[in-house]
């Protein structure tokens, strides 16, 4: 009874919040826990399958925010499939974290650049952002496990700082590498996997 009824649905809603983002947190860590504990992804977990197509199905998750920001999105990609051998579900979580923080920290009317090339043996993907440049004494952070670029985002109830460091786990667990750069106001991630035919 010490709620007024008229804002229990408010409590409640963030209550139920709340719960989902704990519920993924304890899944995050889990998945975590069980990559590191495998040292790698097993052969039998991984699939033939064309980056090119799961990064145009995470993008189409992050419609709404885009429009809601105003923000262009820049694609560079080949006219061909770029195929891979990895687990599917795994880098469609690795692309979707870094699409995630690549929307939230580009400025509204900003440009978000999303580019796949071919290297020799490898398939290059990139994620970019325009938006402040990140000081090169935090960019060996970044992929730290709970670190937060920035200390005012604390407050931001959003995030734990697991995003990146799910994504270098991942990459890492497929014997491949990830990279960042940040400067005149651009910030990439890149990382890297298999080219197969």
């Not at 990064?55 to 429009?67: A, D, H, M, P, S």
């Not at 398939?123 to 060996?140: F, H, K, M």
Request: aromatic fraction near 8%.
């Amino acid at each position: 009874g010490t709620i007024p009824p008229q804002r229990q649905e408010h409590y409640l809603r963030i209550v139920s919040d709340e719960t989902k983002r704990l519920s993924r947190l304890v899944r995050s860590m889990l998945d975590i826990s069980q990559l590191q504990t495998e040292g790698g992804i097993p052969e039998e977990k991984k699939m033939h399958f064309d980056l090119e197509e799961v990064l145009g199905q995470v993008l189409i998750t992050f419609e709404k925010k885009i429009n809601d920001k105003n923000l262009d999105v820049d694609v560079d990609m080949p006219d061909h499939p770029m195929y891979t051998f990895a687990n599917r579900d795994y880098i469609t979580q690795v692309i979707y974290n870094l699409l995630d923080n690549a929307v939230k920290f580009c400025p509204q009317g900003g440009t978000l650049g999303l580019r796949i090339r071919q290297g020799g043996s490898k398939v290059y993907v990139s994620v970019a952002n325009e938006g402040e440049t990140i000081p090169a004494e935090e960019l060996s952070l970044l992929f730290d496990r709970f670190h937060k670029l920035d200390k005012s985002r604390s407050q931001n109830r959003d995030g734990w700082g697991l995003g990146l460091y799910i994504v270098k786990t991942i990459v890492c667990s497929h014997g491949e590498n990830i990279s960042v750069t940040s400067r005149d106001g651009k910030t990439e991630f890149t990382f890297t996997m298999p080219l197969v035919n």
